[in-house]
């Protein structure tokens, strides 16, 4: 197995906020909000992609180029690229 293969099949990225979650984490989420689909903690987004890659992690939004570019104004793990 490929690392690029056990890391999607395990992660997913938000498609309108790009952050990256376990998907554990929202599963986990989903079940104790009693939801029947997976809902983006963060942007209320339900719409994921398992294929995504150049991961980023922004800790200072105001300080990052790629954060401006991307958007982001909160720290976090985010996808770069989202397929
Ligand atoms: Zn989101």
């Known amino acids: 197995m ?5 890391l999607s099949s395990r992660y997913l990225a938000c498609l309108q906020c790009r952050r990256v979650f376990a998907l554990t984490e929202l599963e986990r ?3 104790e909000k009693r939801r029947d689909v997976i809902v983006c903690p963060y942007c209320g ?3 994921f992609t398992k294929i995504f890659s150049d991961i980023v992690l922004i800790v200072n939004p105001e300080k990052s180029k790629v954060a401006k570019y991307l958007k982001i104004i909160h720290p976090g793990v985010f996808a770069y690229t989202l397929e």
Do not use: D, L, N, V
């Open 29 to 31: 989420e989903r079940k």
């Open 2 to 6: 490929s690392p690029r293969r056990s």
């Open 45 to 47: 987004s339900t719409s």
